[in-house]
């Protein structure tokens, strides 16, 4: 099966300042895959490229075989790492919003989720607590039949209840056929649901491998080998 994220030698400079140096990966469909690195390694940087917020400087990057266009915005659903909607809004005006911009967008979906959640679709989003809010943009990112789910920090600033709850929808939200790129500093909250893991420092792959695959072969955790690795 086609991989659905390929970079080739993709970088990405502002001025003289390399975010992203020539990164080469193949991300594969039917994985959770962690994009772990210290703060300014290039995570965001790596994201929001494929999701077509920004250019890079040079290289390839392809979701499903396809350059970044029209086509792979339907594909990724992107979860920014801060608050993107207008506090005057209603959930339910969010969700007319995404079903009318997203074709793959289910809204019965979301409604299903909001409705577990206890949160009511005609409260505004200023009357929400920070937990509450993350929780919407989650429901809403995850309830677009996507290929590939770009989420950034999806739990920095929840309780670990609400951690659970996030990632156990991440988990029962996505298809065989699409992928999950999770970006977090939070290893030890998010390594049970992680098949794969990618450790990116100073906009450079430092390794990538499944989870299995650390666990066997260095006898130790993901976050254990981070600290290891990012040691300062």
Known sequence: MEPIL???VLTKRYGSKEALSSVDLTVQRGRIIGL?????????TLIKIASGLLSPTLGEIRIAGK???VET????SYLPDRPYLGDWMRVNDIIDLFSDFYRGFDRMKALEMLNRLNINP??????MSKGTKEKV???????RNAELYLLDEPIGGVDPATRDYILSTIIGNYSENA???ISTHLIADVERVLDDVIFIEHG????????DGIREERGMSVDALFREVFKC
């Open 179 to 181: 992928a999950v790129i």
């Open 122 to 127: 005609s409260d505004r989003l200023k009357t």
């Open 137 to 143: 943009q989650l429901i809403l990112v995850m309830s």
């Open 36 to 44: 772990l690195g210290p703060n300014g390694s290039g995570k965001t």
């Open 67 to 69: 350059p970044i266009g």
């Open 6 to 8: 390929e970079c080739k």
């Open 204 to 211: 450079r792959i430092a390794l990538s491998s499944s989870v």
């Open 73 to 76: 915005k339907e594909m990724v």
